[in-house]
């Protein structure tokens, strides 16, 4: 007959010490406010949420909109213009500046892209976020022998700009409905 030794620790409570520890690690983020990405941006009472942007300029809606309304979608909140909760996308505003250049021809090495978006969010008519304003920025390489990969890089990176500011967007928001949530419960108490 195997005697086990003295100091020797069943597979059951190895076990033990990590879940504890993810649990107290779940229990700690949701205490600080933190939200899992898949989870309502409003507040509550709001059902939905609707997206709106206007270009004049520009036909179908820009990676930004796009982004923000498929995020609300896999959420289930995105809703149409009568929504209680309204996000305006009121500019949109994509730039690009000169970084460096080659010594050696002078020309172009280096950009600078830029996006900043201005947007106002309001809950019921009244109005939680005005004129909020948000920016990204990103440098990349350019050379001009390898104009299509350039052109391919700098889409690809505006588009991974635009959800990288979606995201921010629908925290700024979450972040206001928190704070309208708290506002709702001083008045309760």
Not at 140 to 156: H, I, K, M, N, V
């Amino acid at each position: 007959m195997k005697r086990r030794s003295p100091t020797a620790i069943s597979p059951r409570r190895r076990a033990w010490p990590p879940l504890l520890a993810a649990l107290a690690v779940l229990v700690s983020l949701a205490g600080c406010g933190f939200h899992l990405q898949g989870a309502s941006p409003l507040p509550s009472g709001v059902e939905r949420m609707h997206v709106s942007y206007s270009d004049d300029y520009r036909v179908g809606d820009p990676p930004l909109v796009q982004t923000l309304e498929q995020r609300l979608r896999e959420r289930g909140v995105l809703g149409e213009s009568g929504a209680a909760a309204q996000l305006d996308i009121a500019e949109i505003d994509n730039n690009q500046r000169i970084v460096s250049v080659s010594p050696r021809d002078g020309r172009v090495a280096e950009y600078e892209l830029t996006t900043r978006v201005r947007f106002d969010y309001s809950v019921n008519g009244a109005t939680q976020l005005s004129g909020e304003t948000l920016s990204v920025t990103r440098n990349y390489s350019f050379d001009d022998t390898e104009r299509l990969a350039a052109e391919a890089e700098q889409r690809d990176l505006l588009t991974s700009m635009h959800r990288e500011l979606a995201d921010l967007i629908l925290l700024r928001i979450a972040d206001a409905n928190d704070r309208l949530g708290a506002a709702a419960g001083d008045k309760g108490a």
